[in-house]
């Protein structure tokens, strides 16, 4: 793991922290063969290892495409139905799962990006409320996106 340098500003800190989760997704579909990512690891959950990168690329594309710069869900997504990306990773292969999460974290840096100020809003509402910041839109994916790289170790734990 590469960390941000220890006094960068806090839109290098955040972002840095966020690709370093990503590429920690990333770096766990390399140590698994397509049949355990499609596996159900442990009793008491539907959870796979593919089911959580295929959902982790949907919720790039909903906090950043989506909900940050207001644009329509590219594909796959046809819709906001978290569990279609749950249930069909199971027929993903593994490349394919690595491409559509690095493409949609591609798009997520290049929405952050396109934004000049970590207190700029999203276009659209989140939970009904207000729109949020990019601050706490980056906050939110690092937690995400770090508790679901905590779902993955578990999961890989059971191979």
């Keep these: 793991m590469t960390y941000p340098p220890l006094n960068a500003d806090e839109r290098t800190t955040l972002t840095a922290f966020l690709d370093v989760h990503r590429a920690g997704v990333l770096g766990r579909l390399d140590r698994v063969t397509p049949a355990q990512a499609a596996e159900h690891l442990r009793d008491g959950t539907d959870m796979t290892i593919g089911g959580i990168v295929k959902h982790l690329a949907q919720m790039e594309d909903l906090w950043?495409?989506?909900?940050?710069?207001?644009r329509e869900f590219p594909a796959p997504w046809t819709s906001a139905d978290e569990e279609w990306a749950w249930s069909s990773a199971a027929s993903d292969s593994l490349d394919s799962l690595r491409v559509l999460y690095a493409a949609a974290c591609d798009r997520s840096r290049a929405a952050?990006?396109?934004?000049d100020d970590l207190d700029d809003r999203a276009e659209l509402v989140s939970f009904g409320r207000d729109r949020v910041n990019l601050r706490w839109m980056l906050v939110h994916m690092i937690s995400?996106?770090?508790?679901?790289?905590g779902h993955l170790d578990v999961l890989m734990d059971a191979l």
Excluded at 112 to 115: E, I, R
């Design 64 to 70: 950043f495409t989506h909900k940050l710069l207001g």
């Design 112 to 115: 952050v990006a396109s934004l």
């Design 144 to 149: 995400e996106t770090a508790q679901h790289a």
